[in-house]
Every structure is written in C-alpha cells, then in structure tokens.
C-alpha cells in the first residue's frame, strides 16, 4: 500500500482511468488495480473509473475503445496481458488503436524492472501511445510492475510541475493540426 506520506498535490489533476486484464481476478483481489487507483489518487488525479475484463483482445478493445471516445478521459493505465503467454494479448489488443506510440515508456520500464528483477524484464512487453488525445500506459500484471511503472516514470510525466518536461502539460496540445 501507498504510505500517506507520499500523498502529493499535481499542478492539473487528470482524469484516469484503470483496466485490469486478468482471467482470473475480481476487484477483491485486484492488487495491480487497486494500487494504481490508491497511488494516482494519492497523487491527486481523479479516478474515473475502473474495470476488470478478462484476457481477450476484443473484450479489451471495446472498454478501451469506450474510454478514449471519451474526450473527458485524458489517461487510461492498465495492467495485465503483457507477457508471453497464449493469453496475453494486451499489445495486439491496444497498439492497433494508438495514433502515436511511446517507445521510450517500454523502453525506459524495462531498463528500470531490470535492477529490480534482472533478465525477466526482457518478458515484458510493456508500452506506452496515445490514442484520440488519450494517453495510455500498459504495465504488466503484477503489483511490483505497477508500483515501479507509477513510482519510476508515470509520477513525474502525469504531473505538470515536472521539469523539463511531461506529458500532463502537453495533453491541451495534442489535438493540435
């Protein structure tokens, strides 16, 4: 759990949303998706709203879909599907969807997991875009994965106050043409 000493206040609070991509959990025991939604809102983002959908790219698809129609959702982070199995199918389920990836999110996550869990990084399929002026963030499903993803790199770049730069103070402009 988040320590209340780590509470913050961000400049522009955003409104998030949480997928949990598992076959087999429920929202008792979604670990990831609980701690994703106690640390964006102890950092004094709004949490929109937050779903569980089991494995499957079009089930996926549909409620990520549903969230970046929405232009009042400006972050969507899930958790879940992003590893090797037959049943991960977290990027073949989102990448088609993205306007624009973020190869330095994937990147930098697995620079950062490999002093935490060494080679097993390499599994990781983690990845970040946009999509329709929506960011989105896939992180694997385990509760450390989530904790290293929001503590390393989304803290910072979904905060406007972070210098040189963010992505929180870009989400005005990336409707631009």
Same mark, same amino acid.
């Given at each position: ?14 409104? /998030? /949303?949480?997928?949990?991509?598992? &076959?087999?959990?429920?929202?008792? &025991? ?14 004094? @983002? ?50 088609? #969807? #993205? ?54 790199? #989304?803290?910072?770049? #979904?905060?406007?106050? @972070? ?13 631009? @043409?």
């Amino acid at each position: 759990m988040v320590d209340a000493t780590d509470r913050k206040t961000v400049a522009r609070p955003l409104a /998030c /949303c949480v997928l949990t991509i598992s &076959d087999s959990r429920t929202i008792d &025991d979604d670990t990831s998706g609980s701690l994703l939604q106690e640390m964006l809102q102890n950092d004094g @983002h709004t949490l929109v709203e937050r779903e569980i959908v089991k494995d499957d790219i079009y089930a996926v698809r549909a409620v990520v879909s549903r969230w970046v129609a929405d232009p009042d959702i400006e972050v969507i982070i899930s958790s879940g599907g992003t590893g090797f199995t037959g049943r991960d199918s977290t990027p073949e389920a989102l990448e088609p #969807l #993205l306007d624009k990836k973020i190869p330095g999110f994937g990147e930098l996550f697995r620079q950062i997991s490999y002093q935490e869990i060494g080679t097993s990084t390499v599994q990781s399929r983690a990845f970040g875009g946009m999509a329709n002026a929506t960011l989105l963030f896939a992180l694997p499903g385990s509760t450390g994965a989530c904790r290293t993803g929001w503590k390393k790199i #989304l803290t910072t770049q #979904l905060d406007a106050d @972070h210098k040189p730069c963010n992505f929180a103070e870009l989400i005005p402009r990336f409707n631009e @043409h």
